[in-house]
């Protein structure tokens, strides 16, 4: 495997389950996202991890919770969801350099999530 | 409060024609400029970037104009191919996380390009 990967790909889920979504970089990077992209709306950064420490949250329900155990995994844990939180749910990497913003972030195919 | 604005929504244009997508920001914090490309069941991947101290760059096919005074900033896409045919997202980069720590992007809402043969 190269680059991001995640899975699943695609998760249904009623809203009282608890699942969750994993991502992993290939890439040697040190800084991780989470973002969600929904139809006609802009991405939303909603974490950040850079060196497995959680840098940035940007408001995000408690209903997510974000989980980095290594600069190569990052897991998104999701519990009591509600229908509104259907999206795509992706995962970036990057070099994680804060002395210069360009700092590519590098995507992965996303997980398509749908809450019942 | 939308910090990148995106314009237009769609967009269609024929084989060989030029695609033009229109951004414009508000913070002057931002400090770089990139668009990314999404094809349909795949993540965004970077498509070409720019700093605020050059007004235009070109790869291949691509070029960013880049208008500071203005704020604004787009993307042209020469002698369109329907391979191009994708979602096309701008961003801007501006330092942030606890203290300051990672850079963040801010994207707009996308344009959906559909070239036709």
């Known amino acids: 495997e190269t680059g991001v990967t995640q899975t699943p790909r695609h998760l249904v889920m009623g809203m009282t389950n608890k699942k969750s979504l994993k991502c992993e970089q290939h890439?040697?990077?040190?800084?991780m996202y989470w973002y969600k992209q929904s139809a006609k709306k802009p991405l939303e950064l909603m974490f950040v991890?850079?060196?497995?420490?959680?840098?940035e949250n940007n408001s995000v329900p408690s209903r997510f919770s974000p989980e980095c155990p290594n600069s190569s995994h990052l897991f998104l844990h999701l519990h009591t969801l509600q229908p509104e939180d259907s999206a795509l749910y992706l995962c970036?990497?990057?070099?994680?350099?804060?002395?210069?913003?360009?700092?590519?972030?590098?995507f992965g195919p996303g997980t398509r999530l749908t809450v019942l | 409060q939308q910090q990148v604005k995106q314009s237009p929504q769609s967009l269609i244009v024929q084989k060989g024609g030029i695609s033009i997508i229109n951004c414009a920001y508000e913070n002057t914090a931002f400090d770089y400029f990139p668009w990314y490309q999404q094809f349909p069941g795949k993540g965004p991947a970077l498509l070409i970037a720019?700093?605020?101290?050059?007004s235009e760059k070109k790869e291949g096919r691509f070029t960013i104009s880049f208008n500071k005074s203005a704020k604004q900033f787009s993307l042209h896409i020469m002698d369109s191919q329907p391979g191009d045919s994708a979602t096309y997202f701008c961003?801007?980069?501006?330092?942030?996380?606890?203290?300051?720590?990672?850079?963040?992007?801010?994207f707009g809402k996308g344009t959906l390009l559909t070239v036709n043969p």
């Open positions: 970036a990497s990057s070099q994680g350099v804060a002395d210069t913003s360009t700092d590519t972030q590098y």
């Open positions: 991890y850079n060196f497995k420490e959680q840098t």
């Open positions: 720019i700093r605020p101290d050059v």
């Open positions: 961003a801007a980069s501006m330092l942030g996380g606890s203290g300051g720590s990672n850079y963040k992007l801010t």
């Open positions: 890439l040697g990077h040190n800084a």
